[in-house]
């Protein structure tokens, strides 16, 4: 049975909250009315997402009947109409998640979004509990904003927070992914001062939330009302999104699972290490005991039973739970391999098919380093810490441990070969 977060919130709040658009007009804003045939929108690009978002309560007009399409927004205000456009109402006007967008969320991540702490409650000022609600789930940094919630809302900022609200639904676009977006998108990216908003313009981008005009994104622009009723139309409802085409001739790069959402696309440091990361996919079904692969990690586990209590531990986050399972893994999202290996007993027997396969692609002799890691697991196994510093064919290497049964190996993407 869904949880639902109680508290009443009259539908003129939700309104007031998004009304204030222009500079100089009073942070509560004028009356609305909730008329839905606004006077100035005929012909706008943005007519029938204005009359269905006014349809459902999240936004309304003017006294006068107009809607005001070009007028900005401030940062309450789009704060407020994201979680709008993602909840509903119940009978007696208390509001929540949407039920189509918790069904969404995986199993193991909806105690995440259903933090206990995050509330639809109307609160002083009226913005106040959206606001706690966006710091709760990272959408907007703790102090990001203190005290300027009024000022108008720029593209770039929008995208942040449009970005990290869509990911508790449908998951993650890595950074490497989004920068190539952006610099395909977008002619104007030199205008984006911050990396963080440059990758979260091309992660809203490639996911057909936000678009351009004319092959400029205008991050510097402040958001208006229609665009704002657009872009949390598409926040809300991912059927209506538009698909977006990315060129990846020539990068190395692999689509991979993403549990519990759909797939995402991982850029590799370089050719090699894709080489290496398709050779050992590829082989993955030789291993004596079972594998999984996801979010660019390669897993290696005695059986299911153990591979089962390893993403259990992982996804659902038990930080009881002490214990390893697998025998092995190797990530391949940074400059480097970064392998976890288990030094108990059979385990690391069972890893050395895939290491020796592992260290073969990327050294023309693996011996050394073998033996290097054979040497470092009997040191693991007697109790003794472990840190080792070499470069092997021009390749560093670090392998370290605490004595715990376990070793973790960093090895270089590049080397002189």
Do not use: C
């Amino acid at each position: 049975m869904m949880r639902k977060w109680h508290g009443t919130v009259l539908i003129v709040i939700a309104m007031i909250a998004l009304l204030a658009g222009q500079a100089g007009v009073s942070a509560a804003g004028p009356e609305p009315v909730t008329a839905m045939k606004f006077k100035d929108i005929e012909g706008h690009w943005a007519k029938a997402v204005i009359e269905e978002a006014a349809a459902k309560g999240i936004v309304a007009g003017f006294p006068d009947g107009t809607f005001g399409p070009n007028d900005s927004v401030t940062v309450a205000q789009f704060i407020v109409m994201m979680y709008t456009s993602m909840a509903e109402k119940d009978e007696s006007g208390n509001m929540y998640w949407a039920e189509k967008q918790l069904a969404l969320v995986p199993d193991w991540f909806k105690t995440v979004v259903m933090d206990a702490r995050v509330s639809f409650k109307p609160g002083k000022p009226w913005y106040a509990s959206y606001v706690e609600n966006a710091k709760i789930m990272g959408v907007i940094r703790n102090n990001e904003y203190a005290g300027r919630y009024n000022e108008l809302l720029t593209r770039e900022r929008a995208a942040a927070m449009i970005y990290t609200l869509d990911s508790y639904f449908h998951g993650n676009v890595t950074d490497e992914y989004a920068e190539i977006a952006a610099a395909q998108l977008f002619k104007d990216m030199n205008r984006v001062e911050e990396n963080y908003y440059l990758r979260s313009i091309g992660k809203v981008a490639a996911r057909g939330i936000m678009n351009g005009n004319k092959g400029f994104f205008n991050p510097k622009a402040a958001i208006t009302r229609a665009e704002a009723v657009q872009i949390t139309s598409l926040l809300a409802d991912s059927s209506k999104r538009n698909k977006v085409n990315i060129n990846l001739n020539g990068v190395p790069y692999a689509v991979v699972n993403d549990p519990g959402f759909d797939t995402m696309v991982i850029i590799f440091a370089n050719q090699e290490m894709k080489k290496v990361y398709d050779s050992l996919l590829s082989s993955q079904s030789t291993y004596e005991g079972s594998t999984d692969a996801h979010l660019g990690v390669l897993g290696y586990y005695e059986n299911d039973t153990q591979k089962e209590k390893e993403l259990y531990k992982e996804f659902y986050m038990d930080f009881s739970d002490s214990n390893n399972y697998g025998d092995m893994s190797i990530s391949f999202v940074s400059r480097n391999y970064n392998i976890a290996l288990e030094t108990v007993a059979g385990r690391a027997e069972r890893a050395s098919k895939p290491i020796y396969e592992f260290l073969s692609l990327v050294y023309k002799n693996p011996e050394p380093v073998k033996k290097l890691i054979d040497t470092a697991v009997a040191s693991d196994r007697n109790g003794n810490s472990v840190n080792i510093e070499k470069t092997f064919e021009g390749r560093d290497i670090l392998i370290v441990s605490n004595g715990r049964k376990y070793l973790q190996i960093s090895v270089g993407a590049y080397g002189d070969k």
